[in-house]
């Protein structure tokens, strides 16, 4: 595929309409005369549109077209002759007083915070015909089947054979055929993207020769990262890079993928009061960003960046809403993770779910289609609030994270060291789907448990295959003196700190992440999948790899035979779970005591009694499915042993008369025949494992 391929795919130029008397789009915008143009800057005292043409010798010609104020802060106007590919800044006047939060410098050019394309070391809006592509249908995909697949554009084919090198990195490569037909292979549905808005890296990290590579410090909402774009594109300019984004949407959309965005609206890259003024700050200072008490003379930050806006502000909920609109529809993307969503959801110190912003984001029709996924904390009071955002948004489950995590690692290893650790009541909550957080109004199943993005690891903390081989997290190679990153890791290196040769540990370490990614993928919810667990991905102990952007976080295609074997694992684990709709329930169950949807049950194949449920000495349990339209599909059985030694299992008797073992976690590679057994039959199942048996086809439960 070449550039011009992508590019195929992309929205043609429209004819322009008619300039409007009074522009209502915030912007610069094409009409047939010129340019509309609208500015938020309520506290100014005047504002200049400044056109801007390249001198051969690198110098930048500057006209100024001078706004006249309308109503409610803006400023506004029309200009005649303008056309797409023009340079555009903004210089506004008016005071300079910092302490109350008024930053005015005509001296200095700012950028439109609402400009669809960005170029230069000093950022410079770029005007752009953003027409919709016609073309850009969103697949739709329920959320019942959806399975999230979390990558960096960058990171997934930096390093893909079979994508040539001049696509490797970029918005093109990751449409290219190569990496869709291992997506597809794969069996995800959705490639959730880190931050592709335009962005810039912080002084610190410019410093120490680094970049903010996993990009949450934007510096435009509406612009798309040019660097992320293939060579052609970005000499080209922002309407080509733009292009090769509209066509890597419309060719993943093809393929059948959704694609979302990770979108960080809680903050800006002007950091903290002493950071760079890039735009929102030069226009209302006092009005975009939170700060502390009744002035303006600190920022009040819960997102630990130096800055947070404020979504008190009507400017700010329109400008976040605008950018959602404008990708959605324009570009053609199907979702988005809001990134610290609690900072979208508070007035001021406190989160309220039903806060203005989380309201219009279920009130809009589109945007209430679309796939909406909450991080659901900030580091500001009462910043963590799982469970609590309202529909239609589904939210990252951390505790799904933690109880996996404790229960296949930390458990695992007091076991293996002769202590018990926890009982089993919360495993089994997040294998069930979260109900404790996501069964709640409006009823009777709440949002569901689809409305749980469950996941055991992300961009940020350990990779899989580091959960398993550190006990401590190893960032001495972003500079800080391994002062960053968290320390509560839930990790367990399985006796040897990293790289070991040891066939025992290895032979350990492999089958955990078997179970890990088998919980993940088969528990009830909407499962993410970090991008390169799948094949045992290495940082090498780095848990906080924002800052590096080379081999040691690229994902690495040369593997060797056990990444191979974990790769068919991963895929085996997915299309059981695509093709037996029992092990991905779309509601919570009802209570049913002749045919439940959902049942338990100890070693004996006997109900789970509440004194099992709370005795921390019990490791085993088996989780028996049903499918929620019982003519479709199979009934399931999960039986787990976190035990550190076999465990005599009776398979429970209350579903069909024969079982078949579908998947083995002890197993290296999944089955090839599969075995078959009899309800109430005595099976061994080996220490540490879990296995999945589906009810006989002839004999369903």
Known sequence: MTTSAVLEHAAAPTAARRCADEPHRFGVHLCAEGVEVLVHAPRATAVDLCLLEANPDGTWQERRVRLHRARWGRWAGVVPGVRAGQAYGLRVHGPWEPSHGLWHNPDKLLLDPYARGVIGHVPLGVVLDDAADDAAHHPRTPWETTVVYEAHVRGLTQRLPGVPEHLRGTYAGLAHPETVAYLKDLGVTAVELLPIHAKVSEPALTQRGMSNYWGYNTLSFFAPEPSYATAAAQEAGPAAVLAEVKGMVSLLHEAGLEVILDVVYNHTCESGLDGPLVSWRGLDGAGYYLHEGIGHTRYLDVTGTGNSLDF???????????????????????????????????????????????????????????????????????????????????????????????????????????????????????????????????????????????????????????????????????????????????????????????????????????????????????????????????????????????????????????????????????????????????????????????????????????????????????????????????????????????????????????????WDSAQETPPGECERADAGTTVTVPELSMRVYLSSPDHPG
């Open 312 to 662: 008190r502000s009507p400017a700010v909920v329109r400008m976040a809403l605008d950018s959602l609109r404008y990708w959605s529809q324009e570009v053609g993307v199907d979702g988005f993770r809001f990134d610290l969503a609690v900072t979208l959801g508070r007035r001021r110190e406190r989160f309220e779910a039903d806060h203005p912003f989380l309201v219009a984001l279920g009130a809009d029709p589109e945007l209430a289609r679309l796939k909406l996924i909450a991080e659901p904390w900030d580091i500001g009071p009462d910043g963590w609030r799982t469970g609590q955002f309202p529909a239609p948004m589904a939210e990252w489950n951390d505790r799904f994270r933690d109880a996996i995590r404790t229960f296949w690692i930390a458990d695992a290893a007091a076991a293996v060291h002769g202590h018990s650790g926890n009982d089993l009541r919360d495993v089994a909550t997040r294998l069930a789907g979260s109900a404790d957080m996501f069964s709640h109004h409006p009823a009777p199943d709440g949002r569901g448990p689809v409305a749980s993005i469950n996941y055991v690891t992300a961009h940020d903390g350990f990779t899989l295959a580091d959960l398993v081989a550190y006990d401590h997290k190893h960032n001495e190679a972003n500079g800080e003196e391994n002062r960053d990153g968290s320390d509560h890791n839930i990790s367990w290196n399985h006796g040897v700190e990293g790289v070991t040769d040891d066939a025992e540990i290895l032979a350990h370490r492999r089958r955990t992440m078997r179970n890990v990614l088998g919980t993940l993928l088969l528990a009830s919810g909407t499962p993410m999948l970090t991008a390169g667990d799948e094949l045992g991905r290495t940082q090498h102990g780095n848990n906080n790899a924002y800052c590096l952007d080379d081999e040691s976080v690229w994902v690495d295609w040369d593997l060797a035979p056990w990444q191979e074997e974990l790769l068919a694992t991963t895929r085996h684990l997915l299309t059981l779970r695509r093709e037996h709709p029992a092990l991905r329930p779309g509601r919570f169950e009802r209570p049913d005591p002749v045919h439940p949807g959902l049942a338990w049950y100890d070693e004996h194949g006997a109900s789970m009694s509440v004194e099992r449920w709370h005795d921390v000495h019990r490791r085993v349990l088996q989780m028996y499915r049903r499918p929620q339209l019982p003519e479709v599909g199979r009934d399931a059985l999960v039986v787990i042993n976190g035990a550190a030694n076999p465990v005599r299992v009776t398979l429970t008797s209350a579903g069909g008369e024969e079982f078949t073992l579908v």
